[in-house]
């Protein structure tokens, strides 16, 4: 019999998870499997930068709202749309060693540059 996490590969907690959460001494909190992320489906790929931040999780969202761009969309049209976890690495892959990061950690990346920052507001939803 083939498992769940042989089917999902990749879920659980990867190597470079371990290795983010360990860089910023925080316990692992990886997404579940088929859990939620909010993402900005409509903001083309090539905007930079790409933009993470992690609420405490609810219901089936594990928290991760992503966008790219300078700002968190507004547009009524163009805001977040629910994305399976598993689907993240199609829409955006540079983000997945983050994706261990407890609630109340946020991410910026660009072309040579990571900003990476825990924010307790990011706790208040």
Known sequence: MISWRRRMP??????????MCRRFAVEPSPP?????????LSRPREL????????????SSNGWFVWRGPEIPQEDDKF???LHVEHLNEYAPELRPYLALPPGWGVLL??????????EALLDV
């Open 10 to 19: 990749g879920f659980g907690i990867s190597a470079a998870q371990r290795d």
């Open 32 to 40: 579940g499997q088929r859990t939620i992320v909010g993402f900005a």
């Open 48 to 59: 930079e930068p790409l933009n993470a931040l992690r609420h405490p999780a609810a219901g």
């Open 80 to 82: 977040f749309r629910p």
């Open 110 to 119: 660009a072309p040579d540059h990571e900003d990476v920052w825990y924010d």
